[in-house]
């Protein structure tokens, strides 16, 4: 099966720096990778996606890029706000199966005002 | 919110209580899910349904049982737990089972097992 490598566990940036996380992937089939945020108290919610055919998706502080070759993807928030300040998970599946979410272990991000 | 709800919240139970965890989505979606989150662990997906047929079932133990009596109920009846099975249950829904469908989830039930 998938498995999904998350980098780094936890993250401290300072406000208005910009943060990455980084994920892996190990199934060359999996083609659709969502990137959830978790904050205290509440359940995963998905902040942006990207299939693989596209390399890039970008929505407004927001980034993923996806490296099919390498099977890595990366998540990037720029000009950090301490709202930003929670767990990011990413997830991988395989577009023509299942709707099954294979996800890393989590990355729990730190804004310092 | 999402428009999933989970209830109860939080819960403790003994290992030879019987408690239910119930799941309600007012989103319309045709499948839903039950997710274990442990700490420093990923996401582990327990049981899928679509169109409120069992789909999935990845080896969880029989001391977890669900049901789901349409598609927009989703419960986990839980009895003779393990101290192990202390966790936050994630209940998520989707539109369809297809894969790249967005899953929406619930804010969890916080369980711990005395």
């Known amino acids: 099966g998938e498995n999904v490598e998350q980098h780094p566990s936890t993250l401290s940036v300072q406000e208005g720096d910009s943060a990455v996380i980084k994920c892996t992937y190990s199934d060359s089939a999996s083609n659709y990778f969502p990137w959830y945020k978790q904050e205290l108290g509440k359940g995963p919610q998905l902040i942006i996606d990207?299939?693989?055919?596209?390399g890039e998706k970008k929505d407004q502080r927001i980034a993923v890029t996806l490296n099919k070759t390498a099977k890595h993807f990366s998540l990037h928030i720029t000009e950090t706000q301490p709202e930003d300040s929670a767990v990011y998970f990413c997830?991988?599946?395989?577009?023509?199966?299942?709707?099954?979410?294979?996800f890393g272990t989590g990355t729990r991000l730190t804004v310092i005002p | 919110e999402t428009g999933v709800t989970q209830t109860p919240r939080h819960l403790v139970m003994g290992m030879t209580n019987k408690k239910s965890l119930k799941c309600e989505q007012h989103?319309?979606?045709?499948?839903m899910y039950w997710y274990k989150q442990s700490a420093k662990k990923p996401l582990e997906l327990m049981f899928v349904?679509?169109?409120?047929?069992?789909?999935e079932n990845n080896s969880v133990p029989s001391r977890f049982s669900p049901e789901c009596p349409n598609s927009s109920h989703l419960f986990l009846h839980l009895h003779t737990l393990q101290p192990e099975d202390s966790a936050l249950y994630l209940c998520?829904?989707?539109?369809?089972?297809?894969?790249?469908?967005?899953?929406?989830f619930g804010p969890g039930t916080r369980l711990l097992v005395l």
């Open positions: 349904y679509s169109l409120e047929e069992r789909v």
């Open positions: 997830a991988a599946s395989i577009q023509s199966g299942a709707n099954n979410l294979f």
């Open positions: 990207i299939r693989s055919n596209v």
């Open positions: 989103l319309g979606h045709n499948a």
């Open positions: 998520a829904s989707s539109q369809e089972r297809t894969a790249g469908e967005t899953q929406y």
